[in-house]
């Protein structure tokens, strides 16, 4: 029987729990030992619940959870679920109520009042299905709804015959055609469909006839003023709100459709600060201070003490999302916390298909190889010692009443060998004194001597952000260009949550809308940064599942949520403790002063505050005022794993991918990680842990919205070189492995080279470039001459192949039919070969490489190739000490670098262009001089120096492009071709391809 990849994921949270059921999913052959390690005594994260059995087993959440209709991943995961569990068809639809609305508080007049924005529900089922997510089609439906609605409402209607003509006027004069267009918005549209040579004149037609509907926005709204100067308040209201959303639509479109974001994609402009983008794209500061804006800020807690910190792009691409791609209603509230109908039913479904779970394991530090290379060992704190150690602990609690099965609000200690002090100490904070029973480490395998269930051979890092500094600090060192900066810049920040049990409904307390989610409440009536509340849901629905209330039962159940500012440093065992007094001292304060603006009948009859006794407590407290906030839930989220991690300007770039850690068998799941959503919401955990599970089996996996898809398409041959070299260098890799290479460099008659070149390339050695013998026309050819290991697909991580390759590579090269701006440089191969036939078949059918089969052989520096179009050979020995690139003795290695960093090129049968990137990570590779002999005659070498072609090579320590030896890792992108959209989603045909290539051939 072969033997299980053992996988240790770390984490609880959503993201370790989809990675687990997706590996799950594919493992039919039980391939997969599984294990999850979690702090504390219950899973969810930062969605989890705790019932309180004293308390009428109330449900205390983490926080406010509202379902976006664009969660395709997050519905398709719990509808499988339940498909998995043999569940009631459309049981699922029960955990949900979808909500074709939301409110956001806007201050006008001296008052606050509330904005209802209605979004118009449509016939599909939320989760994945046929749903066309590219830029272009986004942009054309935001263009579609924006003109509608302009013709359908109040300012549509008001439009002068005169200025409508006029506008119309201008619109045909910037496309140049004499058709007629309702508004400029369809004109654009229009453009986006014609052939054009210049995205510069795209973009700049674009501005001229957005200007022109803002002007006719501008004009409708003047015209209604002076049609009826009485129409009242309600009616101004109605002008007002529009003009702030289709203003906020053309600074959308105008952005989307500007020279940068059409050249490089949204990731160009993520170093800008969203609103700062939408004013330089014309927006008013009327519509970027209005409460529509203020409520999407406070979506992703991107507001901080007054400031508003989102990048352009993340927040760009999920504005979009919200507004565009929902599917049913725009949002979904919950019938059920998520730890009731998501992680109870994920955790039984899991445990019963073989998955370990292993509570009250704290992730201490992850230790890497000696090489660095991969993760060596996983250092676990174990929190508690079980009452028995045979057995696992049993996490739920069951409502006898109800029947429902939950997770408790503290450890269930009759499982855990305790004296009973452990009730006095909380193993979910960071501050927690309570000492630890022990520790555990695991060890990769191989590692003799180690008991088989400490060991693993991949792991699954998910645990939350903010924990990561002190657990991969390893990683930081050891990779301090992109574990370092991601450690370094990415940011969180703690939030705040309270819940209220209300003895009135929301109607009683003056609030007409019963299903509410509300963003936006910032009054400020002290400062930035003093209102600690500024969304609100009623979450009434959810008092179903508590139990035993009798006479004191509860009307209402307010959850409320926002931005909890830090105040001071985060260092002692107190510190929870004096945060959440600090916290109940805000909240006082706020639902006395701040509450009754949205809760007008919530005022004390005979005081100007909050009416306390409108909270509902236990029979046998005796509570009174203020005091009777201490029966509800507060609860901070100050602990370093349940921060909200930020989507500041400038950090995308420093977020890293699910399947792209850097270490071989380390894999990442969580809200932080790069998912092409990039925003703190359960979607991109998901996202995050069904990538992981992807690429560890390799299986053809849907995951709508990820990758960095977030490009308007543009000809390849529009693009400048060095935004052609970045799509590349971002692209999933379609292969990763390990080398050790060695690199010579000879010259020869530029016109004997350029044979080597298929007819539509040409040479292009840049100017200024050092030939050994300036009197003579050369250019150099490159021969590698390689011994590969554990080469795969980069999707996979076990595995793989080990062969024996050479290559020559002809730098410097370039289009003929396409001079600028992408023209070149590349890298042409003319010859490789290689001794395995699967990553020749490969290399042919995706990448359009000249692979050839060939007999290879190979002792230290010697090489020998025997194939049918003739033969290589060399001899080649150690010169000096190895060292890093860095080092001075190897400071001619930059030279060569230059023509082995170009992007490649090569052309598939059916004649089209294909592009790739091959990343050595020179940086950090050892390098060594060689120096001997080679003997290449042609075609090979098209002017061999002799009739045995046999020449001398120089090291690289003597003279300019001499040899040398290296060892490195490297990763191939999937290939571009012409029209190719930037992509992380691997091409499921080259999954299954090359999925079947290595179940064939082995190592």
Same mark, same amino acid.
């Given at each position: ?83 998995? /569990?043999?569940?009631?068809? @459309?049981?699922?639809?029960? &955990?949900?109520?979808? =909500? ?28 994945? +299905? ?6 272009? %089609? ?37 496309? @140049? ?73 053309? +600074?959308?479109?105008? +952005? ?33 201070? !209005? ?18 910190? #989102? ?30 109908? /998501? ?14 779970? &292993?509570? $009250? ?22 929190? #508690?010692? /079980? ?47 309570? &000492? ?21 051979? *991949?792991?699954?890092?998910?645990? +939350? ?65 003093? %209102? ?105 989220? *100050? ?21 792209? !850690?850097?270490?071989?068998? /380390? ?35 849907? *995951? ?23 799509? =590349? ?40 470039? #050092? ?13 590698? $001459? ?83 179009? @003739?033969?290589?050979? %060399? ?15 190897? !400071? ?59 020449? &001398? ?10 040899? $040398?030896?290296?060892? %490195? ?35």
């Amino acid at each position: 029987m072969t033997e299980k990849t053992r996988i240790a994921i770390l984490g609880g949270g959503i993201g370790a729990l989809t990675a687990a059921f997706e590996l799950i999913e594919q493992d039919s052959d039980e391939r997969f030992d599984i294990t999850i390690y979690t702090l504390g005594w219950r899973l969810g994260g930062k969605a989890s619940v705790g019932r309180d059995e004293t308390r009428n087993w109330r449900g205390l959440e983490h926080g406010l959870h509202v379902w976006a209709g664009f969660y395709d991943n997050a519905f398709d995961l719990v509808q499988r679920l339940y498909a998995r /569990l043999n569940r009631p068809a @459309g049981e699922w639809r029960s &955990k949900f109520e979808g =909500l074709n609305h939301f409110t956001v508080m806007e201050y006008v007049d001296c008052a606050w009042k509330p904005w209802v924005l209605q979004a118009r529900p449509n016939a599909f089922d939320p989760g994945i +299905g046929l749903l066309d997510l590219a830029p272009t %089609t986004l942009v054309k439906n935001l263009l579609s709804w924006a003109e509608q609605a302009f013709l359908d409402s109040v300012l549509g209607s008001s439009e002068e015959p005169n200025v409508r003509r006029q506008i119309q006027q201008d619109t045909m004069d910037v496309l @140049g055609t004499r058709e007629v267009f309702p508004t400029p918005l369809s004109a654009i549209a229009v453009l986006l469909d014609r052939p054009t040579s210049a995205i510069n004149t795209i973009s700049c037609d674009v501005k001229q006839l957005v200007a022109g509907f803002r002007r006719q926005l501008g004009s409708a709204r003047t015209a209604m003023h002076g049609k009826d100067a009485a129409l009242g308040q309600a009616k101004d209201d109605e002008a007002r709100r529009l003009q702030i959303l289709f203003d906020l639509a053309a +600074g959308l479109i105008q +952005g989307l459709l500007s020279e940068e974001v059409l050249r490089d994609g949204l990731d160009a402009i993520d170093h800008l600060e969203w609103s700062c983008w939408m004013e330089k794209n014309g927006c008013a500061c009327e519509s970027l201070n !209005s409460g529509v804006v203020r409520g999407c800020y406070d979506y992703v807690f991107g507001s901080v003490k007054g400031v508003c910190e #989102v990048g352009a792009g993340v927040g760009t691409v999920g504005l979009l999302r919200l507004l565009l791609t929902y599917r049913g209603s725009i949002f979904y509230t919950l019938r059920e916390p998520m730890g009731d109908f /998501l992680f109870v039913p994920l955790y039984k479904y899991l445990r019963d298909k073989g998955v370990k779970f &292993k509570f $009250f394991h704290k992730l201490e530090k992850l230790v890497l190889s000696t090489d660095e290379s991969a993760i060596q060992s996983i250092e676990l704190r174990r929190q #508690v010692e /079980l009452q028995n150690p045979e057995c696992d602990y049993e996490p739920l609690i069951k409502n006898q009443e109800t029947g429902l099965e939950s997770w408790p609000c503290h450890p269930l200690y009759k499982q855990i060998d305790d004296d009973g002090t452990l009730k006095r100490y909380d193993l979910e904070s960071f501050w927690t004194k309570w &000492k630890d029973a022990g520790s555990l480490t695991l060890q990769r395998r191989p590692a003799p001597g180690t008991p088989i269930d400490e060991t693993f051979d *991949i792991a699954i890092l998910a645990t +939350g952000f903010g924990g990561l500094e002190k657990t991969a600090c390893d990683l930081s060192t050891g990779y301090p260009d992109t574990w370092g900066k991601c450690l370094a810049n990415i940011k969180t920040i703690p939030t705040l949550a309270l819940q209220l049990w209300l003895k009135k409904d929301t109607a009683q307390l003056g609030w007409a809308d019963p299903r509410t989610v509300m963003v936006g409440f910032e009054p400020d009536s002290e400062g930035p940064g003093s %209102t600690p509340l500024n969304s609100w849901q009623d979450n009434s629905p959810l008092l179903a599942n508590e139990t035993g209330q009798g006479a004191h039962a509860s009307r209402s159940l307010g959850y409320f949520v926002g931005v909890f500012p830090e105040d001071g440093s985060s260092t002692g065992p107190s510190y929870p403790n004096s945060e959440l007094a600090r916290a109940k001292s805000l909240i006082i304060k706020w639902m006395n002063k701040d509450l009754p603006e949205i809760w007008p009948k919530c005022r004390d009859p005979n005081l100007p505050k909050f009416d306390w006794d409108l909270l509902v407590v236990p029979a046998s407290v005796q509570q009174q005022g203020e005091a009777r906030l201490d029966s509800q839930y507060i609860r901070p989220n *100050i602990n370093p794993w349940e921060r909200y991690v930020l989507s500041k300007p400038g950090t995308l770039q420093w977020r890293l991918w699910p399947d792209r !850690s850097g270490i071989s068998n /380390l894999f990442l799941a969580g809200d932080w990680t790069r998912t092409g959503l990039d925003s703190g919401c359960i979607e991109a955990a998901v996202m995050s842990g069904r990538v992981a599970a992807r690429a560890i089996t390799g299986a053809s996996m849907n *995951i709508p919205g990820y990758g960095n898809y977030r490009k308007i398409p543009v000809p390849i041959t529009l693009l400048p070189f060095v935004n052609l070299l970045k799509r =590349l260098k971002t692209r999933a890799a379609g292969g990763v492995g390990t080398m050790e290479g060695y690199c010579i460099t000879i010259w020869r008659d530029t016109k004997l080279v350029q044979t080597l070149l298929p007819p539509n390339l040409s040479l292009a050695p840049p100017r200024g470039i #050092v030939t050994p013998d300036p009197k003579k026309d050369q250019h150099p050819i490159v021969f590698l $001459f390689c011994r590969q290991k554990n080469v795969r697909p980069g999707f996979v991580p076990i595995g793989g192949v080990n062969y024996h390759e050479i290559i020559e590579l002809v730098p410097f090269v370039k289009r003929k039919d396409a001079d600028d701006p992408s023209g070149g440089p590349f890298s042409y191969m003319p010859h490789l070969f290689l001794d395995e036939l699967a990553p020749v078949l490969i290399g042919v059918n995706l990448y359009g490489y000249n692979k050839r089969l060939a007999r290879i052989a190979s002792a230290g520096g010697a090489f020998e190739l025997n194939c049918d179009l @003739g033969e290589i050979s %060399t001899d080649l020995s150690a010169k000096g000490l190895p060292g890093r690139a860095g080092t001075a003795r190897f !400071s001619r290695l930059k030279l060569v670098r230059q023509m082995l960093e170009h992007p490649l090129i090569s052309q598939t049968t059916n004649g089209i262009f294909v592009y790739s990137h091959l990343d050595f990570f020179f940086d950090t590779a050892t390098f060594q001089g060689v120096h001997g002999e080679v003997a290449i005659l042609p075609p090979f070498d098209p002017d061999p120096a002799d009739a045995l072609g046999t020449s &001398k090579v120089k090291s690289i320590l003597d003279e300019e492009y001499g040899a $040398f030896r290296f060892e %490195t890792n490297w990763s191939l992108s999937v290939p571009l071709s012409a029209g190719d959209e930037q992509s992380n989603v691997v091409p499921p045909d080259l999954q299954e391809f090359a999925s079947k290539l290595l179940s064939i051939y082995k190592p």
